[in-house]
């Protein structure tokens, strides 16, 4: 019961959050970031409905998320060519059932064998599938894709989709249904048996249960939610293109689920959220996001197996304990040296990359509000360095103070029973 | 006529070249306690794998109540009222001791690979697994994961799991194997408790928890039975004497 009013406290909070942040972030770049945010935590979600729930490596789930864009781009350009009459905010459903379909046949033969093989196969399927969308172009339409029209649908009880803003709460009203969704298939017999498969494959045989069964089914559910993505994506681009079924998408929600945490339900989310973020943002700032990007990816991997979610619930027992206090000065220093050395590291790539570039590498360049000449002070390249070398030093220092704060946090959370 | 649970007929097995399991006969009654013993190596546990569809045998027959089970998949098998336990224990390590009993619970209950039920609201489950947590006395550890339980407790959520979900016939690898005397008066006492009115079978090496428990007894030497019968005629039965319980005594 406890868990209940709990959950749906968080899901009350999340649709909270969804009709307030437009009020808050209203220009048109923060929406659309804002549309994409929500369309790649469905993504997200329903890889690790494969990865987290039922322990299946996927590296071609874009192949679902990218066939369901391109079939409901046909399906729109059906219904502005009057052959068929559909609303619009309602052809989710029909991407997400072509999902649903590919993950049903694709299934079939992936599902037998869990591990690296199904890993295998799923990258050979995703290149497959990439390169006859190249060769098709009557469906795929080539190297310029599939364009369409979403307000061609006419108006539907006042939704025409011609403004930003009503595309954003349409997806936002699909991925608050799609959230609770997948959310509620963890909680059915599937669900449970799909972490028992996950966990431990032979046992669950001997209780009645198939695992590829299991894997198969938690397939063609995951293949829904990754279509359904898939046509939030085309409402919004209005095109698609073959990329969004590639290797290099299937590889974006890979990183998402990882940096998220796929050991969480809500982990893809935060994954999402900062992936897409990154990507958006990052790259208005700098060219070299791409590679901050990684570093993220590479620290996380290393420092935190659990991801951004499991960081944050390692933190639970503790936050009930009432003992956070006792870990926050080590944060704090973890906090400033872990500044410095960024700081440090940011600065050089930057001035790297911006000596390198042949058009501007003569010049002052503004770092971080500060103009300096890189190409003529060795001074700058010597205080960055300085910068560097000195916070990445204090920073290994410091992680072994966090190390000490949490040994010392042991007795104490175990007298409370919360470890 | 005496309904027989599981029949074998001239089952072998064999691993590569070696013969493990050399033409087994073997009629386990409907309803008795059958105690499985042999010697380390003997071919205990494969007989077990072969019976519960884990491997394929190599030639000969299986039925369970009177229906060819030969060739069916461990599933298969466990859906026609089949349930082991293994001898290494094999439970879902990184769930709560609840959530391993449910999982174990969910099919006999029909509710399959639902994924329109919501599991927190299915009274009967939630009951029977209730149930089955108390009766492992492990209730007030229901919360715990799995993975971090004593021996003797994963022993006994073992045993839950296995006949949680209501299984008629009940295979137990050497249930009490590695524990302490109280603790195995405890896995007896459970035993007993948990196969009321059900067909076990039991891989047992303790001779006093056999012949406390079982009804009759096979005893398998090098992959062939060489007597079965009551607790008593397999006390006097020479050949096993010499085979097993003479060297058990020493
Ligand atoms: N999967 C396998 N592949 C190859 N050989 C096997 C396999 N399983 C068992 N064996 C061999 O079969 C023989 C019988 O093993 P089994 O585990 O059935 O013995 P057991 O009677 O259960 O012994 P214990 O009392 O030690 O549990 C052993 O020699 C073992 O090495
Ligand atoms: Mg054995």
Redesign the interface.
């Known amino acids: 019961m406890m868990n209940?009013a709990k959950n749906n406290f968080i899901w009350i909070i999340l649709v909270a959050v969804f009709l307030v942040l437009p009020h808050v972030f209203s220009q048109s770049f923060a929406l659309s970031l804002m549309t994409q945010m929500a369309i790649a935590m469905i993504f997200a979600l329903s890889y690790n409905m494969l990865l987290g729930q039922v322990g299946l490596l996927s590296f071609g789930h874009a192949v679902y998320y990218g066939l369901g864009a391109f079939f409901t781009a046909h399906l729109i350009n059906w219904i502005a060519s009057g052959v068929i009459w559909m609303p619009i905010s309602l052809v989710p459903i029909f991407g997400g059932l072509c999902g649903m379909f590919f993950g049903f046949i694709i299934g079939v033969i992936t599902t037998r064998r869990p591990g690296t093989p199904f890993a295998m196969i799923s990258l050979g399927i995703a290149e497959m599938v990439a390169a006859s969308a190249l060769m098709f172009t009557a469906f795929f339409g080539g190297e310029a894709g599939i364009d369409t029209n979403r307000t061609a649908g006419g108006p539907l009880m006042g939704v025409s989709l011609s403004s930003q803003i009503q595309v954003y709460y349409l997806v936002v009203s699909w991925c608050i249904f799609s959230i609770i969704g997948m959310y509620?298939?963890t909680?059915?017999?599937?669900?449970?048996?799909a972490?028992?498969v996950r966990?431990?494959p032979?046992?669950?045989?001997?209780?009645?249960?198939?695992p590829t069964?299991?894997r198969w089914?938690s397939m063609t559910?995951a293949g829904f939610f990754a279509g359904l993505a898939g046509s939030l994506y085309i409402i919004n681009y209005e095109i698609v293109t073959f990329e969004t079924l590639g290797i290099l998408e299937s590889g974006r929600v890979v990183l998402m689920a990882f940096i998220g945490g796929i050991g969480h339900f809500w982990g893809p989310i935060i994954g999402a959220i900062l992936v897409t973020f990154l990507q958006s943002a990052l790259s208005n700032y700098t060219e070299a996001w791409l590679l901050y990007f990684g570093l993220l990816f590479l620290v996380i991997i290393m420092f935190s197996p659990g991801g951004i979610a499991g960081l944050i619930a390692k933190h639970e027992p503790v936050m009930r304990a009432n003992l956070l206090g006792r870990l926050v000065p080590s944060y704090a220093v973890v906090a400033a040296t872990g500044a410095a050395m960024l700081l440090g590291f940011v600065s050089i790539i930057e001035m790297i990359y911006h000596v390198e570039s042949a058009i501007s590498g003569r010049e002052p360049m503004n770092l971080f509000g500060v103009i300096i000449d890189p190409s003529s002070s060795v001074n700058s390249w010597l205080v960055v360095l300085f910068l560097f070398v000195v916070g990445t030093t204090f920073f290994i220092k410091s992680t072994r103070i966090v190390g000490k704060a949490w040994e010392d946090l042991g007795p104490d959370l175990q007298s409370k029973g919360l470890l | 006529m005496i309904t027989s649970a599981i029949k074998l007929s001239r089952v072998t097995k064999n691993f590569g070249q070696t013969e493990i399991i050399k033409g087994i006969d073997l009629e386990i009654r409907d309803g008795e306690r059958h105690a499985i013993i042999g010697p380390n190596g003997a071919g205990k546990s494969t007989l077990f794998n072969l019976i519960?569809g884990?491997f394929p045998v190599t030639s000969g027959s299986i039925e369970l109540s009177g229906e060819d089970i030969t060739e069916m998949?461990?599933?298969s098998i466990?859906?026609k009222g089949l349930?082991?336990s293994f001898q290494i224990t094999?439970?879902?390590?990184?769930?709560s001791v609840y959530?391993n009993v449910?999982?174990?619970v969910?099919?006999?209950l029909g509710?399959?690979?639902?994924?329109?039920?919501?599991?927190?609201g299915?009274t009967d489950a939630s009951e029977r697994t209730e149930e089955i947590v108390e009766l492992i006395g492990l209730k007030d550890l229901r919360a715990r994961i799995a993975g971090v339980l004593t021996y003797a407790e994963q022993r006994a959520l073992e045993i839950g799991?296995?006949i949680a979900?209501g299984a008629r016939v009940i295979l137990l690898d050497e249930p009490t194997a590695g524990m302490s005397l109280t603790e195995r008066n405890d896995a007896v006492d459970l035993v007993r408790k948990v196969t009321e009115g059900k067909t076990l079978v039991m891989v047992e090496h303790d001779m006093s928890v056999v012949f406390g428990l079982a009804d009759r007894i096979s005893v398998l030497v090098y992959g062939q039975v060489i007597a079965t019968g009551k607790p008593s005629e397999i006390q006097e039965n020479s050949a096993v004497q010499e085979a097993y319980l003479g060297t058990e005594q020493k």
């Not at chain 1, 909680?187 to 048996?193: D, V």
């Not at chain 2, 094999?90 to 769930?95: D, R, S, V």
């Open positions: 209940f509620a298939i909680r059915t017999p599937l669900g449970r048996m972490n028992a966990d431990n032979e046992r669950a045989k001997f209780l009645g249960y198939n069964r299991v089914m559910l | 519960s884990r998949d461990p599933q466990n859906r349930s082991r094999n439970i879902f390590p990184k769930m959530e449910r999982c174990a969910l099919w006999g509710y399959k690979y639902s994924f329109w039920h919501r599991v927190d299915l799991v296995t979900g």
